[in-house]
C-alpha cells in the first residue's frame, strides 16, 4: 500500500485535465488497485465500523471525462453513505503537487438539491463538524498525530472544496509514508471513528448543516415531479414518514396554541379547511397565525403559493410561528414528538428575497 500512495503522488506532479498515460496509470492505482487492497482489510474494517462486512463499501474516483486535480479513494457504509455527496466516510486525499496525502474523516461537501449537484455551504460544513467532532473526541484524544485542517494546494474549486469538509486527518509526507502495516492501523483507527459517527447519525432527528428533513422532500418532490434525477438519502433518517410528520405538526400547533393561550387569546385550530393554522381573536382583534414545525434549527422552512399569498392579504394580522428542535421518539409506536423551541414572528411581512422558488408551472402552449 504504501508504493501505492507513493505512486500516485508521483503522478500527482504530472497531473493534466487530458487523459495522458500518466493519468490512465493514476486511474487504475486509484479505482483498482487501492481499492484491492482496501477489500483485504474488509473484515477487520466491518468490525471498526460496527457495520456488516456486505455493508463496506471501497470505490475510487479521478474523474469523469477530464481527469480531476485530487484524486481519490474512499471507505464507507453503502447503506448510510451510498454517494460521496453523502452523510459520512474515511478517504485517502492525494494533494495537487504530489507532496503529501491525507486519511481523512470526511462528509460530503456537495450534494444534490431538486436534481442539480451544489457545493455545501461553507457555514453548513462547519456546523456538521462541529457536530462530529465532539462524539469522538474521547476517541480521537488516543492519537496526537490528528490534523483539524489539511492543505490539498488545489487549484480548481473542485479540489478546493474538500479541504473544509474535514473532520480529522492523517497526514502522509511523500518522504516518509509508512509501511503497509501501519497504515493497516491507522486506516482501522479512522474506521472506529467513522463508526462512532455513524451511530450518532442514525440515532440524530436533525445533523446542523444538514437541510431540514422537510426542505429536502420538498425539492426532492419538486425534482421527481419533473422527472429530474435525484439521489438516494439512507440509513440516517433524512426523511420524514407520515407518522413522523403528524407528530411534528401536531406538537407544534400544540405550542403554539398553548402560546397564544398563555396570551389571552381564543384559539381555534383551522389548519383542515383554511389555508392557515390557528385562528385567533382576543376582543376585536384577530390574527390569522401560520405554524411550522421542524426537527433541524428553523432557518429554512417551506411554504406552499397559497399560504405566501395569503399571510400577505391578512398582514399585518397575522403571524408565523416557528417551532424547532423537536425531538422525535422512534421507539415507541405510535412516534411521538417532543420538546421544540417556539418562535413567534408579527406582524409577519414576507420580503420576496427571504423566498427561494423550487418549482415552476409553465404553461406550454399545447
Known amino acids: ?78 447503506s448510510r453513505t ?37 457545493p455545501r455551504e461553507p457555514a453548513a460544513l462547519k456546523k456538521r463538524i462541529d457536530w462530529a467532532r465532539p462524539l469522538i473526541e474521547h476517541r480521537a484524544s488516543e492519537r496526537a498525530d490528528l490534523l483539524t485542517e489539511i492543505r490539498l494546494n488545489a487549484r480548481t474549486k473542485l479540489g478546493k472544496g474538500y479541504e473544509p469538509g474535514t473532520v480529522l486527518a492523517i497526514e502522509y509526507r511523500r518522504d516518509a509514508i509508512p509501511n503497509s502495516d501501519v497504515l493497516s492501523q491507522d486506516l ?11 451511530k450518532a447519525a442514525d440515532d440524530a432527528t436533525h445533523i ?39 407528530a411534528i405538526e401536531d406538537r407544534s400547533v400544540l405550542l403554539a396554541t398553548e402560546h397564544f393561550q398563555a396570551q389571552g387569546w381564543a384559539v381555534k385550530d383551522v389548519g383542515a379547511n383554511k389555508p392557515y393554522d390557528l385562528h385567533l381573536t382576543r376582543g376585536d382583534e384577530r390574527l390569522h397565525v ?16 397559497a399560504e405566501v399569498e395569503w399571510q400577505r392579504r391578512f398582514a399585518p394580522d397575522n403571524a408565523l410561528v416557528v417551532v424547532h428542535s423537536i425531538g422525535l421518539d422512534r421507539s415507541v409506536e405510535p412516534v411521538t414528538a417532543t420538546g421544540g423551541v417556539l418562535s413567534c414572528t408579527s406582524p409577519w411581512t414576507i420580503e420576496e428575497e427571504t423566498l427561494t422558488v423550487i418549482s415552476y408551472i409553465h404553461r406550454t402552449g399545447l
Open 290 to 305: 401560520e405554524v411550522k414545525g421542524t426537527t433541524s434549527d428553523g432557518s429554512q422552512i417551506i411554504l406552499t403559493r
Open 188 to 198: 482501522l483507527f479512522m474506521a472506529r471513528l467513522l463508526g462512532l459517527l455513524y
Open 208 to 246: 446542523p448543516g444538514d437541510l431540514p428533513a422537510e426542505v429536502r422532500e420538498a425539492t426532492q418532490s419538486a425534482a421527481t415531479a419533473a422527472n429530474r434525477r435525484t439521489t438516494r438519502r439512507g440509513g440516517q433518517g433524512f426523511l420524514l414518514t407520515a407518522a413522523e410528520r403528524k
Open 1 to 78: 500500500m504504501d508504493e501505492l500512495l507513493s505512486e500516485v503522488l508521483g503522478l500527482q506532479k504530472v497531473w493534466q485535465a487530458k487523459n495522458t498515460e500518466e493519468m490512465q496509470r493514476r486511474g487504475v492505482v486509484v479505482r483498482t488497485e487501492i481499492p484491492d487492497w482496501l477489500r483485504q482489510q474488509e473484515e477487520a474494517l466491518a468490525v471498526a465500523l460496527e457495520i456488516p462486512v456486505n455493508d463496506v463499501g471501497v470505490e475510487g474516483k479521478d474523474g469523469a471525462g477530464q481527469r480531476s486535480e485530487v484524486a481519490w479513494t474512499r471507505v464507507y457504509s453503502k
Open 82 to 118: 451510498p454517494s460521496a455527496t453523502d452523510g459520512w466516510y474515511i478517504v485517502y486525499l492525494f494533494s495537487s503537487d504530489g507532496e503529501r496525502v491525507y486519511l481523512s474523516l470526511m462528509q460530503g461537501t456537495t450534494e444534490w438539491i431538486a436534481g442539480e449537484l451544489k
